[in-house]
């Protein structure tokens, strides 16, 4: 789906005026990784980041190995784990990190399980899975702690919570409903991505995809550069 010119102008102009409301300065660049895209075009890097275990409580105790993080992203997940069960809420983190052989193996499973149409909508290929990078987690809750990564978790207290929530915290909810055609993917309310407290509330205000909001950075970025390429060229 391609975001009409004149949405995607004001747009582009609520992203500005976020930024500056907030006092930071339009990210010229990206050097944490954190807003790195991928999705069915745009692959994962193929070097594994540095991982650390998040002190969180995994879904399953067998889970306990899956659910690496990059250590800022990490942090965060504490934090929110924290957050919600001071809220009186109970999260898990079920699934993080994975490599690149470990999506080959889920892919193909689940594609041998539901056919290779039904499956692309659930399971990225391997090499273009946020998992890969080091920044998703899969999350559950008590309410919905034995029906699996479902739908439900959304509407379960829990996950409205988190969906009320994540922001604060720098996670956004990756698929949400409605967004099939931008993402690629089903509505997964369970898949959190970390991309920083700032970009997540500008995405959560905003309510678009990281399609979307990495479109316009860079197209504010672009008017930035050329606002001051024609300020130069004044006399």
Not at 17 to 27: D, H, I
Not at 208 to 213: A, C, F, Q, R, V
């Amino acid at each position: 789906m391609i975001l009409p010119f004149r949405a995607f102008a004001a747009l582009a102009t609520t992203v500005s005026v976020l930024f500056g409301s907030w006092g930071y300065a339009l990210p010229q660049d990206d050097p944490l990784g954190l807003l790195l895209l991928v999705n069915k075009e745009h692959r994962a890097p193929d070097v594994q980041p540095v991982l650390v275990l998040p002190d969180v409580t995994p879904t399953k105790p067998a889970y306990a190995e899956n659910i690496y993080m990059r250590p800022e992203a990490a942090a965060a997940l504490e934090a929110l784990f924290q957050a919600a069960q001071e809220a009186g809420y109970t999260l898990y983190a079920t699934s993080g990190y994975r490599s690149y052989a470990t999506q080959k193996a889920i892919y193909e499973r689940r594609t041998g399980e539901i056919g290779t149409a039904r499956a692309s909508m659930l399971v990225a290929e391997p090499g273009h899975s946020e998992h890969q990078t080091g920044l998703a987690m899969d999350i559950d809750g008590e309410s919905t702690l034995y029906d699996g990564l479902e739908e439900s978790f959304g509407a379960s207290p829990e996950g409205i919570w988190v969906a009320e929530n994540a922001h604060r915290f720098g996670f956004i909810i990756r698929y949400k409903r409605g967004w099939e055609e931008i993402t690629g993917y089903a509505y997964e309310p369970w898949h959190l991505r970390y991309v920083g407290v700032e970009h997540a509330t500008a995405i959560a205000q905003l309510n678009i995809p990281l399609e979307w909001y990495v479109d316009l950075l860079q197209e504010a970025r672009a008017q930035e550069l050329s606002s001051g390429t024609q300020a130069a060229d004044t006399p």
